[in-house]
């Protein structure tokens, strides 16, 4: 089970990045792109759940590259991803941080990292974690 603590730290191993700020919530840059950032609900998404239950504790937004990659992601780990109307055709899911593992989430924010990163940054990057 992670928390935000955990995605603090984990985004700080990354190169590059700095702290924002999104709609009063930290959110976390590389290149000057966001790639994740703190995502509560809002009335209206709450709203929207209706009687169904609501996903509870922090929630991480995270970038993806692109419709097919998210689609992909939120087949391939449902237990901890997942998406909410609000999101519909828009390049992101949103993590459970209670549901995911450490090793989970460094892997979550490293791919989220990956696509906004400048080529060059991210060339660097994999090629270390290669060694």
């Not at 995270?62 to 992601?73: M, N, R």
């Amino acid at each position: 089970m992670a928390d935000l603590e955990d995605v603090q730290r984990l985004v700080n191993a990354l190169p590059g990045v700095a702290e924002g700020e999104r709609r009063d919530h930290r959110s976390w840059l590389v290149g000057g792109k966001v790639f994740a950032w703190e995502r509560p609900f809002s009335k209206a998404d709450l709203k929207r759940y209706a009687s169904a239950p609501v996903p509870e504790g922090p929630i991480v937004a995270l970038v993806t590259d692109g419709l097919e990659d998210k689609e992909a992601l939120l087949q391939a780990h449902p237990t901890f991803l997942f998406t909410i109307s609000h999101f519909d055709n828009y390049a992101a899911v949103l993590l459970q941080l209670e549901y995911a593992d450490e090793a989970q989430l460094r892997r979550a924010l490293e791919d989220a990292w990956l696509v906004s990163a400048p080529a060059d940054l991210a060339e660097r990057f994999l090629a270390e974690r290669e060694e």
